[in-house]
């Protein structure tokens, strides 16, 4: 590694304003110094308490990896390539960055095949991912053991960085751009109204400014906390050894991943760095950091990393007469889904975080940087990034014992198989429905999703309700289909408490959710209405019902993965003189689901409410009577079948279960699952945010256009751009596909062709039972444009591990199409 830079202390003295803010001097921090004078904001400092990178950075191992799990992610990590490939020659500072390529090998049939779906999945992101025999591997790396090892993928334009270095190239370049760096400046408080960030201050004096940017690493949990900023992450001990230089060892050499021995080689001077990312990592420093943590190792354990070692001796033989140089053990931040942290958070405004990266900070820094920077500038996050979006952390997520068990696993994740419908095994037990343990006596299996513990499928008696995974039809593949089958022919009871849910409430609510909603909202009480929620471009910020309870209340049911971003999403949006509330009602609402032709019966027989079709028509809502409780029945569905939602005082829900399970005896009643009501909706089309439909999709191209109400009185947030887009055409729709052979399993990102030429990728997928085949949502985009004609006049397949299998599309519902059932 090079030289530390000098400290920048007494170069400058410390404004007293600055548009911007930037706490920490890692490569994150300086790349988002960097991109903002990009942008043309020089206004900008950037303090730092010690040195730069003398938190984690200086020890990262500097992979520059880029296919990621999703389009957007690869975007940024192919970018970040892209930028440290001129860094050196921009701003005459070395970065150490070299193209040499990475191969993952694969050592049993599912890593493989996990490997070729990357590969396929790659196509989509414009990244080329070769898959390659052992041969190849053994031509491309002869010091590695490929006796058994069955296929690999090389990626040509992956590589490596120093880190050192590249945060340097990163610093120059914001300072040339007018930035100004403080070293040896400690933030001792983040200076705030209770409303919006307003400044810092340091042992050097205070600063006000527009924005705050939390860019400090394994810090940022513990500072953000002290503004009220929920920042959930945990540090974990992180192991490598460096070697000493031995023959074979070529500056050529790609960097090696071997998953399934939890293991990486790169590189390093004539060296090999062997790093590992095992399972049962070790949590550090919930006690707090040192003060004087800089440039900081920690104590070694060999035992920990010797069963990592005795594997890389296999891997790679010549690793055994080779002496070890350095055995290194430091922190680096990981988080509880192992998704980075970005973007402003939601309980102050102009306070943004880009922390918690999950061993990926090299090589994500460039585009963190980048877009962070357009966030900052636009006073609007850039399209796609609600998967590391800060508001969809929920506060039970910043508890201490929570975060220590959980990154406990996260590490090891990154290794590990991502297998479909992976659950987690750590911080369990969260979050409980009032009848989990009812569930449980009936043998669910429960998943975990937002804390909260839901029954995904419901084992047959006699068998063990715990996951058997396969990147086939795992064990829970038929009795889930069985509870499929019960909802298309009978009745089936779904737990939906984990959907989140809000009251607005005051004579001004209609009003404020009328700009808000894309859809008509000012209807009579005891009306259901779907709608959008959108952002100035039309994009979809949101997916949700909203009910009018009373003139002035409402009550609004969302996804609970999003309770906390389409929370603020409202809130934000109330203004200061409105008269309007809005409450979290989540905890005190419970929500069950009876759904299915024989729905109506059985709710009838336990109720002296009139439920017929001309009483009770779909979307309507209102209170009836059942069991002892007095509940709210909404006419919606997500299945595609007739029924009710049933929204209860969580006290009551118990009662009112029991009610629906021994009436239910007589009707066909079956207890359903997540996973069941995942491929009923599929069958239906029905959109899932976050896959299907995200702030980078509008309604018109995700098929929603029935949801817009253009011309309703005040207009509402999106509709300017969405009136142009409508007049301009569309360049992709929302379509249905049904596969035609019925074997093959269909997930998500599965390039989609069309007439032999890529045309788009699968946003979600699941197995289809009344259709008899994997259906799947996704995009089909053409330039020149994409109306009904050029979607049904095409022909469709859909690649699966380098196989293409011939797919029916369809922009109606291939279930139900007229929707005559949920009407019935």
């Known amino acids: 590694m090079s030289d530390k830079a000098a400290p920048e202390t007494g170069a400058k003295e410390l404004p007293g304003s600055a548009q911007v803010v930037i706490i920490g001097g890692g490569v994150i921090g300086c790349s988002v110094a960097y991109h903002l004078t990009k942008l043309g904001i020089s206004d900008v400092v950037l303090l730092e308490r010690r040195q730069l990178t003398c938190g984690t950075t200086w020890h990262a191992a500097g992979l520059v990896g880029q296919l990621r799990g999703s389009q957007r992610m690869t975007q940024l990590a192919k970018y970040t390539a892209e930028l440290y490939h001129g860094l050196e020659a921009e701003t005459g500072q070395a970065t150490g960055f070299k193209q040499t390529g990475s191969i993952s090998i694969a050592t049993n049939e599912a890593r493989f095949e996990e490997l070729k779906r990357n590969a396929s999945m790659a196509k989509i992101f414009d990244l080329q991912v070769d898959v390659i025999t052992p041969e190849e591997v053994k031509e491309r790396y002869p010091l590695v053991n490929t006796e058994d090892v069955l296929g690999a993928?090389?990626?040509?334009?992956?590589?490596?960085?120093?880190?050192?270095?590249?945060?340097?190239?990163?610093?120059?370049?914001?300072?040339?751009?007018?930035?100004?760096?403080?070293?040896?400046?400690?933030?001792?408080?983040?200076?705030?109204?209770?409303?919006?960030?307003?400044?810092?201050?340091?042992?050097?004096?205070?600063?006000?400014?527009?924005?705050?940017?939390?860019c400090a690493g394994m810090w940022t949990r513990d500072l953000a906390a002290s503004i009220g900023v929920n920042v959930p992450l945990h540090?974990?001990?992180?192991?490598?050894?460096?070697?000493?230089?031995?023959?074979?060892?070529?500056?050529?050499?790609?960097?090696?991943?071997?998953?399934?021995?939890?293991?990486?080689?790169?590189?390093?001077?004539?060296?090999?760095?062997?790093?590992?990312?095992?399972?049962?990592?070790?949590?550090?420093?919930?006690?707090?950091?040192?003060?004087?943590?800089?440039?900081?190792?920690?104590?070694e354990d060999f035992d920990h990393f010797e069963p990592i070692l005795t594997q890389a001796m296999h891997r790679m033989p010549a690793l055994a007469d080779v002496g070890i140089q350095t055995f290194f053990c430091g922190p680096e931040s990981f988080t509880p889904d192992v998704r980075y942290q970005l973007g402003?958070?939601?309980?102050?405004?102009?306070?943004?975080?880009?922390?918690?990266?999950?061993?990926?900070?090299?090589?994500?820094?460039?585009?963190?940087g980048q877009v962070l920077a357009e966030w900052i500038r636009d006073g609007r996050p850039p399209p796609d990034l609600w998967e590391v979006d800060i508001r969809r952390n929920l506060p039970f997520q910043g508890n201490k014992k929570y975060l220590r068990e959980r990154v406990?696993?996260?590490?090891?994740?990154?290794?590990?198989?991502?297998w479909p419908f992976h659950q987690a095994e750590t911080g369990r037990g969260v979050r409980r429905s009032p009848v989990h343990d009812r569930l449980v006596a009936r043998g669910a299996c429960h998943g975990v999703a937002f804390g909260w513990e839901r029954p995904n499928w419901f084992a047959p008696e006699g068998t063990e309700a715990r996951y058997q995974y396969n990147y086939g039809r795992q064990n829970w593949f038929d009795p889930s289909a069985e509870e499929h089958r019960a909802v298309r022919g009978a009745v089936g009871l779904l737990d939906q408490c984990s959907f989140a849910k809000f009251r607005l409430q005051g004579r001004d609510a209609w009003r404020i959710l009328g700009q808000v909603a894309a859809n008509h909202v000012d209807v009579a009480p005891g009306k259901v209405i779907y709608t959008q929620w959108l952002n100035e471009q039309g994009g979809i910020e949101a997916d949700l019902t909203v009910t009018r309870l009373a003139d002035d209340d409402f009550l609004i049911v969302t996804s609970g993965e999003f309770q906390v971003r389409d929370f603020h999403w409202l809130k934000r949006r109330i203004p200061k003189d409105a008269h309007a509330v809005l409450t979290d009602v989540t905890s005190g609402l419970s929500m069950l689901g009876l759904m299915g032709p024989r729905a109506r019966d059985l709710l009838q027989s336990l109720s002296p409410d009139d439920l017929s079709n001309d009483a009770f028509p779909f979307g309507t809502s209102r209170e009836i009577e059942l069991g002892f409780a007095t509940v709210r029945a909404s006419r919606i569905s997500y299945v595609g079948e007739l029924g009710w939602e049933l929204y209860i005082p969580s006290e009551f829900t118990t009662g009112v279960w029991d009610v629906l399970v021994e009436a239910g005896e007589s009707y066909g009643l079956r207890q359903v699952g997540m996973h069941a009501m995942n491929s009923l909706r599929i069958e239906k089309a029905y959109r899932h945010y976050g896959h299907d439909i995200t702030d980078a999709d509008t309604p018109l191209e995700g098929g929603l256009g029935f949801a817009?109400?253009?011309d309703k009185p005040g207009g509402f947030v999106g509709r300017e751009a969405l009136k142009r887009q409508k007049e301009a055409g569309l360049n992709k729709r929302l379509v249905q596909f049904l596969l035609g052979d019925p074997d093959p399993m269909l997930y998500h990102n599965e390039p989609i062709w069309r007439d032999g030429n890529l045309a788009g990728y699968v946003r979600s997928a699941m197995y289809g039972h009344t259709l008899g085949a994997a259906v799947a949502l996704g995009y089909v985009e053409n330039p020149d444009g994409v109306d009904a004609e050029y979607v049904n006049s095409g022909t469709y397949e859909i690649e699966i591990a380098g196989v293409r299998y011939p797919a029916t599309a369809s922009l109606r519902p291939l279930y139900d199409p007229k929707s005559e059932r949920i009407k019935a």
């Open 708 to 710: 817009v109400k253009f």
């Open 344 to 368: 402003e958070v939601p309980e102050l405004a102009n306070c943004f975080v880009a922390a918690g990266f999950n061993s990926i900070g090299i090589q994500s820094a460039g585009g963190i």
């Open 153 to 214: 993928v090389h990626i040509p334009s992956d590589g490596k960085a120093n880190p050192v270095d590249v945060t340097q190239a990163l610093a120059k370049g914001a300072r040339t751009g007018g930035a100004l760096i403080r070293e040896d400046c400690k933030v001792l408080a983040i200076r705030h109204d209770g409303e919006r960030v307003t400044g810092v201050e340091t042992d050097a004096g205070e600063i006000t400014a527009d924005a705050v940017v939390l």
């Open 408 to 418: 406990s696993e996260t590490l090891g994740l990154l290794y590990a198989m991502h």
């Open 235 to 299: 540090a974990c001990e992180h192991f490598y050894i460096m070697t000493e230089a031995f023959d074979g060892v070529t500056p050529d050499l790609p960097v090696l991943r071997d998953y399934d021995a939890c293991a990486y080689y790169k590189e390093d001077a004539g060296k090999i760095l062997l790093g590992a990312f095992e399972p049962n990592a070790k949590p550090w420093g919930m006690d707090g950091i040192p003060e004087d943590f800089s440039f900081d190792e920690l104590p």
